[in-house]
């Protein structure tokens, strides 16, 4: 029975790659408003990072019924208190396209974490024995839902990788968490 659902849902997560052909417009359209305040503005991938010296840093990401987060880095400085608010900017159910922030820990393979969470779909997609393979993650939401998860960042500065474990959609909604 597992491996038939990770089967569907590696099909799932093919056909949607095969029929993606407009989702670069709509991401640079997404990159321009949400870095419009900063200096520096990248036309295929925005970054945010905050240089909030105390109290708690503030990220804000959109998952879209496109099946793509809006940012594809996030940065914050080592050991900062996080808080991180996902937003569902599209209009399709939870059931349908889900999305949530899963926030890796170094050494974790996303995809191998993406298949067995497909399977945790009574645990919100996160394997009840992740244990130390998730840092922090938000709750599974539908179109136009929130949801924000408070964290502290790791003390080990590097790259990190985020994700939505939804069946299927870590093969697009994925990005670098990067701790300086
Ligand atoms: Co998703």
Same mark, same amino acid.
């Given at each position: $029975?597992?491996?038939?659902? !990770?089967?569907?849902?590696? !099909?799932?997560?093919?056909?949607? #790659?095969?029929?993606?052909?407009?989702?670069?417009?709509?991401?640079?359209?997404?990159?321009?408003?949400? *870095?419009?305040?900063? =200096?520096?503005?990248?036309? =295929?991938?925005?970054?945010?990072?905050?240089?909030?010296?105390?109290?708690?840093?503030?990220? =804000?990401?959109?998952?879209?019924?496109?099946?793509?987060?809006?940012?594809?880095?996030?940065?914050?400085?080592?050991?900062?208190?996080?808080? !991180?608010? !996902?937003?569902?900017?599209?209009?399709?159910?939870?059931?349908?396209?889900?999305?949530?922030?899963?926030?890796?820990?170094?050494? #974790?393979?996303?995809?191998?974490?993406?298949?067995?969470?497909?399977?945790?779909?009574?645990?919100?997609?996160?394997?009840?024995?992740?244990?130390?393979? #998730? *840092?922090?993650?938000?709750?599974? *939401?539908?179109?136009?839902?929130?949801?924000? #998860?408070?964290? =502290?960042?790791?003390?080990?500065?590097?790259?990190?990788?985020?994700?939505?474990?939804?069946?299927?959609?870590?093969?697009? $909604?994925?990005?670098?968490?990067?701790?300086?």
């Amino acid at each position: $029975m597992k491996i038939v659902k !990770l089967s569907l849902s590696m !099909l799932l997560a093919l056909s949607l #790659v095969a029929c993606g052909g407009d989702e670069k417009k709509e991401e640079k359209k997404e990159s321009k408003v949400s *870095i419009g305040s900063q =200096t520096e503005q990248r036309e =295929t991938q925005s970054e945010e990072s905050s240089d909030a010296e105390e109290g708690v840093v503030k990220l =804000t990401i959109e998952g879209s019924d496109q099946m793509k987060f809006n940012k594809k880095k996030l940065k914050v400085k080592a050991g900062s208190e996080v808080e !991180l608010t !996902l937003k569902h900017t599209g209009q399709m159910s939870k059931q349908a396209m889900g999305h949530n922030f899963v926030l890796l820990n170094q050494g #974790v393979d996303m995809m191998a974490f993406g298949e067995k969470a497909a399977g945790a779909a009574d645990n919100g997609y996160i394997p009840e024995d992740a244990g130390d393979d #998730v *840092i922090a993650h938000t709750e599974m *939401i539908g179109g136009g839902e929130s949801s924000t #998860v408070t964290f =502290t960042a790791p003390e080990d500065k590097g790259e990190y990788d985020f994700i939505c474990s939804f069946p299927g959609h870590v093969a697009l $909604m994925k990005g670098k968490f990067i701790v300086e």
